[in-house]
């Protein structure tokens, strides 16, 4: 089987017999039942070859479309002019970069249809012009493909206020043309990672359709459980036989890695398209997406964050607090989820309420290493650090666990935790236990029995043992040990076969380190 892995043009997919999967049903749909539409995705989900799929569809290649959903749809197969712009290979930053970007494609199309060039005209005018000519001369209205709309924006995004507004005014002008050429339309798609809010980029015209959350395409990027069993099941048997375990186990270890993104209150599971191709290709459960790049952008938001991740993940929030973006970099939150480093993990119907968590364990492992890395800045390996820890989680010695902590924490200088008042010191010992609970729980099974402000509890499980951890700031372990018992955290555990730990740590906000430990064994 051929993975079309970095292809993102479907005639070539189809062409040279790599494997696509189906959606053309979804873009029948898309393209008979609305006009204007915006779509926002994490990178490397399949948007530009969702634009190229339309391309094609709009140029009437039928033959390209054989055996596929859509040829049993449509009858016609009407050519339309198209007018695609593709911003991802710009380099935004350099101050000329767009309008010299627009300008090309101007004036090749102003060339294409005959059109003399006038520069005094502003750039939303000519397009008009250029749409109005391409209808009349066809006959058929045009069909208009932004593929990466924000790219300008995000370039520059918290690095040069100047440009960006700059940015921001050149695709304001750009997309103007669509509300003074609304009759010459047949079809218009804007893709991209995140949704401006109404007053940037769109309020030149009438606001497009956003179905980023619309149950209806949910689907329309990327590869659902049902797509994966149907198309790959050869592919997951075979490396199942290359990793030693039985095609069931291969299908959950892709399924923790890679799957977990959820589009709508529909709920409907999707996989990340680029690290499951890369890893059926591979026959290796890696950190593909993650490791082909963080956007610089979030790099350079993420240096500045207010808010820690243990105060922004598993809570709910109304849609407005994280779908409709104003670029503001006190806000972190809408950023994160457009990107793709959160999702939805649950809806709650009665308040309108969407939960927002880690996808999976790639997205999960790669972002708090990060975060790690940067908010701790230990000495000590963090790769073996981890797997050190789950060797003795798996192993039941809780003596190796207090020195892998104790020695861990003891490794991050004194500039990273020092903090000036008890609110701060608090705020740095929940932040720092989350972060390093939360990673070890990419190998483990974990629980985060309460998520308050003022405790950090968790209950990690592994095949043989079960432990309940319970870490206090300048306490004593026996005052932890105590809040496991009078919290009944042990009990819903009372039937199981598994070995069960109580666990009271205590970090010592004078030295930085564990100060006390101390295990209690048995239910």
Same mark, same amino acid.
């Given at each position: ?6 292809i /993102? ?5 189809? @062409? ?16 008979? @039942? ?14 530009s070859?969702?634009?190229? =799929? ?8 039928k ?12 009858? %016609?197969?009407?050519?339309h *002019?198209?007018?695609h ?27 294409e ?15 008009? +012009? ?30 040069d206020?100047?440009?960006?507004d ?13 509300k ?9 798609l ?16 009438? $606001? ?5 959350m ?11 459980? %049902? %797509? ?9 048997? @075979? &490396?199942?036989? =290359?990793?030693q ?11 923790? /890695? ?7 209150k ?6 990340? *398209? ?11 459960? #890696? ?6 790049? !963080?956007?610089?952008y ?10 820690n &991740? ?13 779908? +409709? ?10 950023m ?6 959160? =999702?939805?993990?649950?809806?709650? &119907? ?14 999960k ?11 701790? $800045? ?9 797997d ?6 798996e ?7 207090? !020195? ?17 008042n ?28 309460? $998520?308050? /402000?003022? #405790?950090?509890?968790?209950?990690? %499980? !592994? *095949? ?27 009990? @819903? ?31």
């Amino acid at each position: 089987m051929k993975y079309p892995i970095g292809i /993102q043009s479907f005639e070539q997919i189809v @062409e040279d017999g790599y494997i696509y999967i189906d959606k053309t049903d979804l873009v029948y749909r898309l393209t008979h @039942e609305g006009k204007i539409y915006f779509l926002s995705r994490p990178r490397r989900f399949g948007k530009s070859l969702l634009v190229s =799929t339309l391309k094609n569809y709009y140029q009437g290649h039928k033959e390209l479309f054989k055996g596929l959903a859509i040829e049993k749809l449509e009858k %016609e197969w009407n050519v339309h *002019p198209i007018f695609h712009v593709d911003f991802n290979g710009g380099n935004f930053t350099n101050a000329s970069e767009l309008e010299g970007a627009l300008k090309e494609y101007m004036e090749r199309w102003e060339k294409e249809y005959g059109l003399a060039t006038n520069e005094d005209l502003g750039i939303g005018f000519r397009f008009r +012009d250029v749409l109005e000519a391409a209808h009349k001369q066809t006959g058929r209205r045009a069909v208009v493909l932004i593929d990466e709309y924000d790219k300008p924006i995000l370039d520059v995004l918290d690095m040069d206020s100047t440009l960006e507004d700059r940015h921001r005014n050149v695709l304001k002008a750009f997309y103007s043309a669509f509300k003074v050429a609304d009759a010459h339309l047949q079809f218009v798609l804007l893709t991209g990672v995140t949704k401006f809010s109404q007053v940037s980029v769109f309020s030149g015209f009438n $606001q497009p359709k956003d179905i980023s959350m619309d149950a209806r395409y949910e689907t329309l990027c990327g590869i659902t459980q %049902e %797509e994966l069993d149907s198309y790959f099941a050869g592919p997951i048997a @075979e &490396m199942a036989a =290359t990793n030693q375990c039985t095609p069931e186990e291969m299908r959950q270890s892709l399924k923790l /890695q890679y799957d977990g993104y959820h589009f709508s209150k529909k709920m409907t599971d999707i996989y990340n *398209p680029f690290s499951l191709l890369n890893a059926l290709d591979s026959t290796d459960v #890696r950190n593909y997406w993650f490791s082909s790049g !963080t956007p610089t952008y979030l790099i350079r938001l993420l240096a500045h964050f207010k808010e820690n &991740m243990n105060e922004l993940t598993g809570k709910y929030y109304p849609p407005e607090e994280f779908i +409709d973006y104003k670029a503001d970099v006190e806000r972190p939150l809408p950023m994160i989820y457009q990107s793709g480093y959160l =999702t939805i993990k649950d809806y709650d &119907m009665r308040r309108n309420r969407f939960l927002l968590d880690f996808p999976n364990n790639e997205v999960k492992n790669g972002f708090l290493t990060a975060l790690v890395a940067s908010y701790l $800045q230990p000495k000590k390996q963090l790769s073996n650090w981890i797997d050190d820890v789950v060797d003795a989680l798996e192993a039941g010695e809780t003596d190796s666990l207090c !020195t892998l902590f104790t020695a861990f924490l003891a490794s991050i200088p004194y500039t990273m935790r020092r903090k000036e008042n008890e609110t701060e010191k608090e705020r740095y010992f929940q932040y720092t236990f989350y972060l390093i609970m939360r990673l070890i729980s990419v190998y483990t099974a974990y629980v985060e029995k309460v $998520q308050s /402000q003022r #405790r950090v509890d968790c209950i990690v %499980e !592994t *095949p043989q043992y079960i432990y309940i951890f319970e870490f206090k700031l300048d306490g004593t372990a026996d005052e932890a040990l105590k809040q496991i018992e009078d919290k009944g955290y042990a009990r @819903e555990y009372a039937t199981d076969f598994r070995k069960l730990f109580r666990i009271g740590a205590v970090f010592s906000s004078e030295t930085g380190t564990i100060g006390e430990w101390k295990t209690i064994t048995g239910k």
